[in-house]
């Protein structure tokens, strides 16, 4: 099919992907389709695109400005209503609605002004000895065995034993924590969730256990972020077990599938580019550097929507009350305009410009509250990797799961050496 812009009832479409819209699944088998997301981005600030669901379609949202604009302003582009392009359910969504992830200023800033000290980097350093022990620990489970599947053995691992470590969830209940946090977040992989309800289900047993938790700690004060986030005190009041819920269920998606991820990425561009592998063997210095390029080279959340508060005219469009803006997190990762050849996995990028350049955490008031933690974990694991392992290769090819909103791998079967010396 010949490409063209056609404008339907105003709206500038797109006819030339051949599996008719970005966001299908069918994109997405083999990671992000960073190439037609750049197609578009050359031609296009926003482009609406069809779906499913009740309003019919949604606006893509291309360029770094415009997605600046989008993240940055909730007064005419709401979080209310999800992060996900799919409709929640009426019932389900009124609980959402009182959690963190679905607020917008200025009940956000209140909300999350009572949980962010935990992420400050007084906080960071004075867990850091902890982190570097169960990085330590997670290596040591695997390195005599020359083999792991690495996914479940070693990217998951460190984010888990970290977050519900640092939550007090009790160590029996790790895995039931996992696997609603799978479901949850990959509901459109039918090895996760039977189908999207599924995932819906699972949102609510993640916020019920929330609940649950709080008031364990409640009746067994121990130390944990949890029992700092319960005490912690805003214009004379503290958190309730269903407030606290809305924040555990944010910090398990963001702490536990974004660093899993994250660090599975790494570890196959490593084994795609060995000569990168060795540049970080040979200088430990540049594992910051490392960690940044992945996030802008890999950006595992693929997007982050809003909703349009009232009609307006937005990058050249008529954008309606209603409409959803769908902001491409990955598409100013890979623009020329922000880094040279962008489609160069290099570790030797600054990381200082990546970091500035790249919208990997989002952008405006929820921008993402354990940025620090998350790459304290991740230049952890990468430094105790280099330090340990060698001659890393695939014995299998790994398997991505089936997401358009989570780009990661679900098994990936790796073989090293151990790393003498």
């Not at 977050?163 to 977040?185: F, S």
């Not at 910090?251 to 000569?275: H, K, Q, S």
Request: aromatic share 10%; charged share 25%; proline share 5%.
């Amino acid at each position: 099919m010949i490409g063209f812009p056609q404008s339907v009832q105003g709206r500038t479409r797109d006819m030339q992907c051949p599996h008719a819209t970005l966001l299908n699944l069918a994109n997405f088998e083999q990671g992000t389709p960073r190439q037609e997301i750049a197609r578009l981005r050359k031609n296009h600030r926003l482009v609406w695109q069809e779906d499913e669901y009740e309003r019919g379609g949604h606006w893509l949202v291309l360029q770094r400005n415009d997605i600046d604009t989008v993240l940055k302003t909730p007064a005419d582009f709401t979080n209310n209503f999800s992060p996900l392009l799919e409709d929640f359910p009426p019932d389900v969504l009124a609980i959402q609605q009182e959690s963190l992830t679905f607020m917008d200023p200025p009940r956000h800033g209140e909300y999350r002004s009572m949980a962010d000290f935990a992420f400050r980097p007084k906080a960071l350093r004075a867990r850091a000895d902890l982190m570097q022990q169960m990085a330590t620990q997670v290596i040591d489970a695997v390195i005599d065995k020359g083999e792991c599947e690495f996914v479940e053995e070693v990217a998951m691992q460190l984010p888990m034993k970290a977050i519900y470590g640092l939550l007090g969830v009790k160590p029996e209940d790790y895995q039931y924590v996992a696997d609603i946090t799978n479901t949850l977040a990959l509901a459109n992989d039918p090895e996760y969730a039977v189908d999207r309800d599924a995932g819906f289900a699972a949102s609510m047993e993640a916020y019920l256990f929330g609940e649950k938790l709080a008031q364990d700690h409640r009746d067994n004060p121990r130390d944990s972020m949890t029992m700092d986030m319960l005490q912690a005190d805003k214009n004379g009041r503290s958190l309730s077990n269903s407030e606290y819920a809305g924040f555990f269920v944010n910090l398990i998606v963001g702490g536990m599938e974004t660093t899993r991820n994250t660090t599975a990425w790494l570890i196959y561009e490593f084994i795609r580019y060995p000569d990168q592998y060795a540049l970080l063997q040979a200088d430990p210095g540049l594992v910051t550097h490392a960690v940044e390029e992945i996030l802008r080279y890999r950006n595992t959340v693929v997007y982050l929507r809003r909703t349009a508060t009232h009609d307006m005219e937005f990058a050249g469009e008529s954008v309606k009350s209603g409409d959803k803006l769908v902001c491409v997190l990955g598409s100013p990762s890979r623009s020329e305009e922000f880094f040279d050849s962008p489609d160069r996995f290099d570790i030797t990028r600054d990381p200082i410009h990546t970091r500035r350049q790249y919208r990997t955490f989002g952008a405006g008031p929820h921008f993402c509250i354990g940025v620090h933690q998350a790459r304290m974990m991740l230049e952890l694991i990468t430094a105790e990797i280099a330090a340990r392992m060698t001659n890393l290769r695939l014995i299998e090819e790994p398997v991505h799961f089936r997401s358009n909103f989570m780009d990661g791998f679900k098994r990936m079967v790796i073989g090293f050496d151990k790393r003498e010396g």
